[in-house]
């Protein structure tokens, strides 16, 4: 990101070269400054937050649409029903964008988790499907319907 908040793309994105390949699978300190050097947690966040908010209003520019992220919280097919829900979530009110926290709604829910996801696999169930679009549908009318964050 550049000053002004400006989103900007930079490079092929492409794993690094053979040379480079070999170089982090040969030398452990390389691997280690690499890794160290890599490392941007906070501006990967922000990274996350402005691709968001790009891609939240050229929908509502190009297509009058808006943007409601169905957000699966992790390893929910394991039992963990919270999963990286303390970092994604605020980063999508960040955003300020519309979200269905799926796990929420699974949690919510009398039913077993099985029938929410595909054993062994982690994908939802046309169960959790028709859940999920009956919750959209529902949001439409009453935006109160997607998660609300913090205030």
Known sequence: MEPGDRLVLRGTFEHPSKFVRNLLAGSRLFALAWNAISADPEGDRRRFVRILREIKSKLAAEYGAKLVVLYFSGQTWRGDLAGARDVVVPLLCRADVSFIDASA??????????????????????????????????????????AACPR
């Open 105 to 146: 709604l699974v949690k919510a829910s009398s039913e077993p988790i099985d029938r929410f996801y595909i054993a062994g696999d982690g994908h939802p169930t046309a169960h959790l499907n028709r859940l999920l679009a009956s919750t959209i549908i529902a949001g439409m009318a009453d935006p109160s319907r997607f």
